[in-house]
C-alpha cells in the first residue's frame, strides 16, 4: 500500500515553546491511520502543521508525493485535505446548509453525497436550516466532520471527535468513519477513546513528547494490553 | 451503510432578541413630551434618520473590516475626506447640470460624484490595504498607530492640492428646501440621503445573507483559520472587503459633504470618532448592529442638540457608555465576538 501522506522530521515551534521534535511517519492511502498519545504528545499539533496552519520550522510533509510543506492552508485545502479541528469550528452564525455550501467549494452541494450524508447523520437533515449554534454539541460534531466529506476529498484529518460526546452520538460516529472507510478516504484520526480507536483504527502511530515512538497495527496494539500500558498508561479492558 | 441514532431532540427555538431594536422607539418615546411640538419632533426624528443612514454608509465599511480580520483601522475617516473632496471635483465642471431645474440632470452629478468617489476610494484603499495594513496583520498597536499616521498623512495631503480652507459644495438645485407635511420640515437632500442609506443597507443585507461572497464574510468573522482550511484564500477576501468599505466611505463622505454643504480636509478626522462610537454601539461586525448604532447616535445627538444644547456634546459618549453597560458587546454584535 503507496503512503498517501508522509512526514519526514517534522519540526514545530508555537513561540518559544519546541512541540514537534522530528516527526517521522505516514499514512497508507485507503487506510485509517490512528495517532495516539497523551495529552500534549503533539497529535493536534501535527495534524495544524500537516493543514498549514501552523508552520513547520524543520523537516518535510508530502501528500500524494508533492511536498505541502510551506503552502498557504487554502492550497494544501485545494489539494485534497480536509480538516475537522477538536473545536468542530462550525460556523454558529450559519445554518447546517449554509455550511455546508461553503464547505463545497466548487459547485452545488451533491444530493446523492447529501443523501449518504444524511444517512449517518439524520439529525442533520432535520435541522438544515437552523442555525449551527443551536445545535447540541453532537450535532455539531456531526456537522463538522459532514463538511469534510460533503465533496470527495483524498484525506481526512480528525482530531477528536468523540471528545466530551454522549456513547450513543459516539456510535454514530463510529459508523461514518466505517463509511468513509468503506469509501476509500484515508483518514488520519486523533483520538483518546481506545475502543474507537480500536474499531475503526488500521494503522497506528503513537506519540510521545513531540515524537512517534511506535509505529504498527492497530490489531497488533489492541492485543498486546502491555504494549498499551508501556505507550499510552492505559488498559483496554477499562475501556471496554 | 447504517441509519444511526441522535436524529436529535427538538432545538430550542432560536431566541430573538427585540430588545434592542425598541431601543430607537423607546428613546423617541422619551424626547417627543420634552420636546413638545409635534412638527419639531417629526422635522428631528427624520434629521435624524438621514444622518443615521449617512453615518452606517460610513461605518458599515469600518465594521466589517474589523469583524472579518480584528483589523482596527483608524484611517478610515479618510476615505470620507477623499470622498467629499471627489465630489467638488465632480461638481466643479459640471455646474450647469447641479444649476439646471432638471431633477434628472441634478440627480446625475450626483450619482456621477458618488460613483467616481466610490471607484477612487475602493482603488486608494487597495493601496492602503497593501502598504499600510498588510505589514500588520494581527498586531493591534501597531494597527492603530500605522492607520492613524495614514489618516494624518491623507489629511495633509488634501490640505496641499486643495488648500487649507473650507470649500463650500452647494446643492443642487432640486433638492434645496424641503417637503412641508403640516409644519414639519422634510428636507428634499435628507430624503435623498435616507433613500440611498436605504439601498446600502438592503444591498449589503442581501449579499451578506444570499450570497456566497456574503456566506464567507460572515463565516470569516467567526472563524476565518477555519475559512481557510475549507480552502478559501481569506486575505484576498479581505482586500475586496477593504476596498468595498474604503468605497462606501468614500460614498458616505459625498453624501457627507452634500449635507453640510462643505467640504474640509478634517471632516473625516471629526467623523472617525462619531464612526467608532456607532461601530461599538451596534456590535462590531455586524451590519444589523450597525445601522441600529448609527440611528441611535443621530436620533441622541439630535434631540440632545435641541434640547439640551450643552448635552450634545458628550451625548453620544453617554449613549456607548449606557449600551456598553447594558450590552457589553454592543447592540447586536457579529457571532462570537
Redesign the interface.
Known sequence: MTALLSLSGVHTHIGRYHILQGVDFEAAEGKTTMLLGRNGAGKTTTLRTIMGLWRASAGSVAFAGQPIAGLPTPSIARAGIAYVPETMAVFSGLTVRENLILAARDGALDDSRLQWIFGFFPALKKFWLSRAGSLSGGQKQMLSIARAIVEPRRLLLIDEPTKGLAPAIVGALIDCLKEIKRAGVTVLLVEQNFRVAQEVGDDVRVMDNGRIVHRGSMASLAADATLQNRLLGLSLDAHQ | ?????????A??R?KIDFAPALAPFLIALIAAPLIGSTSTFITLTFASLAMGLMLFTMASGFTLVFGLMDVLNFGHGAFISIGAYMATLVFAPLILWSQADSLALNLGVILLAIVVAAAVCGALGLVFEKLLIQPVYGQHLKQILVTTGGLIVVEQLLYALFGPDTIPLGLPTSLRGAFHIGDAAIEKFRLLAVVVGLVIFVGLTLTLNYT?IG??I??G???R??????????NRLFLAVFMAGSALAGLGGVLWALYREQVHASVGQSLTVLIFIVVITGGLGSIGGCLLGATLVALVANYAGFLAPKFALVSNIALMVAVLLWRPRGLYP???R
Not at chain 2, 225 to 234: D, F, K, N, P
Open positions: 451503510m447504517s441509519a444511526t441514532t441522535d436524529t436529535g431532540a432545538l430550542p432560536p456566497k456566506l464567507l460572515r463565516a468573522v467567526e472563524n483559520e477555519m475559512v481557510e482550511a475549507l480552502g478559501y484564500r481569506i457579529a457571532g462570537g
